[in-house]
């Protein structure tokens, strides 16, 4: 019997940013929110599926509007296991990670530049999607 294989072509309207910090993500949230005047609240756990059947949380923070959407992931899943699981795996120096979808790009320029200057975030830098393959993992 002949197998026929379903391909999904997503559109991806977002774009990453990575961050690395030392701070635990409720202090970054806080800092974050102060710094930019949105507002991030935690939410429940993100599962995210792995090969072989594995699911591993990450928690995460969101800002909802009408025309924005902002979210802060941890790259590590909660239970900390060490270093086999990312949420991005091809930039594991990064300790967070953001979503934005934002309607205007010059919102998200001026949002990386707001972000350089919170005082626990020590590097702050886009993530190109082209070639990403762990980008799936933002589908939701």
Do not use: C
Request: charged share 25%; glycine share 4%.
């Amino acid at each position: 019997m002949k197998k026929s294989k379903l391909v999904i072509d997503y559109e991806y309207d977002f774009q990453l940013i990575g961050i690395t910090s030392s701070a635990k993500g409720y202090k970054l949230a806080w800092e974050i929110n102060r710094k930019t005047g949105i507002n991030l609240i935690r939410q429940p756990d993100l599962t995210v599926g792995f090969k072989k059947g594995e699911e591993k949380l990450f928690s995460f923070y969101a800002h909802n509007t009408l025309l924005n959407r902002l979210k802060l992931f941890k790259n590590r899943p909660v239970d900390s296991e060490t270093g086999k699981y990312y949420l991005v795996p091809e930039f594991p120096h990064f300790d967070f990670i953001i979503l934005v979808q934002m309607e205007d790009i010059a919102s998200h320029e001026t949002l990386l530049e707001q972000l350089k200057q919170v005082p626990s975030i020590e590097l702050a830098a886009p993530i190109p999607l082209e070639g990403l393959k762990s980008k799936t993992n933002f589908i939701f």
